[in-house]
């Protein structure tokens, strides 16, 4: 079985604040694949990263960073300097390549108050 | 324009009255997916299919039924819905490897009275 765990519901921050959306998964394949999406107020879901389990390194993208810790079975997204555009719900998901069901975290609603 | 589309993008309907949701996508994508959204449950996926005729079940499949006769196809149907049916359903599609991010259509609200 698989699941992903964003324990964080929701995270109000202030502008230009940083914040972090934490995402803890568990599986038992060994090749596997973690990803992030936005979905902004709007409704629409926006991609916006993707590791898989043999790359542990860090990427930065912009204001945007993750960091992917296999020991830790971690996978969490830093914003830095908050703008009120980031304000969306982000949701983690892992995808196993031995069958390929998707399992979305619950979501982290977040809002950056200007 | 590449593009997942979702029809209809609203419904209501009654207990027991049989409905389809379409999807249909023109990236030629072998991965479709169904995933409704509930607050607090995040998205849930309901069936996928890998390319035509291969279809599999997600996590909460009971209640639905999907097909896959083309492959830019993939409609959700409902047979007999229930109140606990009503949520946001969204379709989605990607090429055959899971490596690869998901296009998401705009999502369907359903409502069942």
């Known amino acids: 079985a698989q699941k992903v765990t964003q324990a964080q519901t929701e995270i109000s921050v202030v502008e230009k604040e940083d914040v972090t959306l934490d995402c803890v998964y568990e599986?038992?394949?060994?090749?596997?694949?973690l990803f992030w999406y936005k979905q902004p107020p709007s409704g629409e879901l926006v991609f916006l990263i993707r590791?898989?389990?043999?790359?542990?390194q860090n990427e930065i993208s912009g204001r945007y960073s993750w960091n992917f810790q296999k020991s830790t079975s971690s996978f969490n997204f830093t914003i830095t300097a908050s703008q009120v555009v980031d304000s969306a719900v982000y949701f983690c998901?892992?995808?196993?390549?031995?069958?390929?069901?998707?399992?979305f975290g619950t979501g982290t609603k977040l809002q950056v108050i200007p | 324009e590449a593009q997942v589309t979702q029809n209809p993008r609203y419904l209501i309907t009654v207990t027991g009255k049989k409905l389809t949701v379409t999807c249909s996508q023109n990236?030629?994508?072998?991965?479709m997916s169904w995933y409704r959204q509930d607050p607090g449950l995040g998205l849930r996926q309901i069936y996928y299919?890998?390319?035509?005729?291969?279809?599999d079940k997600g996590d909460v499949p009971e209640g639905y039924k999907v097909s896959r006769k083309e492959k830019r196809n993939f409609p959700l149907i409902l047979e007999s819905p229930s109140p606990n049916q009503t949520s946001l359903y969204f379709c989605?599609?990607?090429?055959?490897?899971?490596?690869?991010?998901?296009?998401f259509g705009p999502g369907t609200r359903l409502t069942v009275l």
């Open positions: 989605a599609s990607r090429p055959g490897t899971a490596y690869n991010e998901q296009f």
């Open positions: 599986t038992r394949d060994t090749t596997y694949y």
């Open positions: 590791r898989n389990s043999f790359d542990e």
């Open positions: 998901a892992l995808v196993p390549q031995r069958y390929q069901k998707v399992t």
């Open positions: 990236m030629n994508h072998e991965y």
């Open positions: 299919s890998m390319n035509v005729e291969v279809t």
